[in-house]
T-cell receptor, first 118, second 110 residues
Framework: GAVVSQHPSRVICKSGTSVKIECRSL??????MFWYRQFPKQSLMLMAT?????????EQGVEKDKFLINHASLTLSTLTVTSAHPEDSSFYIC??????????????FGPGTRLTVT | TQLLEQSPQFLSIQEGENLTVYCNSS?????LQWYRQEPGEGPVLLVT?????EVKKLKRLTFQFGDARKDSSLHITAAQPGDTGLYLC??????????FGPGTRLSVLP
């Protein structure tokens, strides 16, 4: 199977501080990873597409200077929430694309990171 | 812009009932995936369908990909409380991008 991990699973930080979330593809290489945000009882909202070795592509309305994305290797992408505020509190989920042939091809999600900014 | 619609948006049923969730689009997809997400966790891939008209079964879950590869359905037989969750469909277009539906939130009451 294709496994994606995220770390940390939960984080509480004070307003004004920065938080880094890691997303790793454990058993496949992913040139493309995605970062989503999910509010309670809602679907996933794509924030940005992370491409290995190049700049991330941000969705409209997502501040690239606030949500820094780095995809330095084929198995790791990081999302840093800078100068966090309480309104940034949310469930952040990453996914990685496995470009192998079906049935293994597809987009696989990490378990998510619950961020709480106090 | 490619869009995937899902219906119903919310569904609350009693344990033992059957249900069908639909995923529709005006666009053609090379493949389509179904995910289930439980509260506080990431979505888990249930199935990938690739061929138009394909039917796949996963225990009590039956997935069908439309002949024209524009729509899909998920049928659950004898639903159980453990089936509760958010069901998401995602279509892979020929540009190799995934498009997600808004999800169907299922609640199975004991």
């Amino acid at each position: 199977g294709a496994v994606v991990s995220q770390h940390p699973s939960r984080v509480i930080c004070k307003s004004g501080t920065s938080v880094k979330i890691e997303c790793r593809s454990l058993d496949f290489q992913a040139t493309t990873m995605f970062w989503y945000r999910q509010f309670p009882k809602q679907s996933l909202m794509l924030m940005a597409t992370s491409n290995e070795g190049s700049k991330a592509t941000y969705e409209q309305g997502v501040e690239k200077d606030k949500f820094l994305i780095n995809h330095a290797s084929l198995t790791l992408s990081t999302l840093t929430v800078t100068s966090a505020h309480p309104e940034d509190s949310s469930f952040y989920i990453c996914s990685a694309r496995n470009t192998g042939l079906p049935p293994t091809s597809g987009q696989y999600f990490g378990p998510g990171t619950r961020l709480t900014v106090t | 812009t490619q869009l995937l619609e899902q219906s119903p948006q919310f569904l609350s049923i009693q344990e033992g009932e059957n249900l069908t969730v639909y995923c529709n689009s005006s666009s053609v997809f090379s493949s389509l995936q179904w995910y289930r997400q439980e509260p506080g966790e990431g979505p888990v891939l249930l199935v990938t369908v690739v061929t138009g008209g394909e039917v796949k079964k996963l225990k009590r879950l039956t997935f069908q990909f439309g002949d024209a590869r524009k729509d899909s359905s998920l049928h659950i037989t004898a639903a159980q409380p453990g089936d509760t969750g958010l069901y998401l469909c995602a279509g892979l277009n020929y540009g190799q991008n995934f498009v997600f539906g808004p999800g169907t939130r299922l609640s199975v009451l004991p």
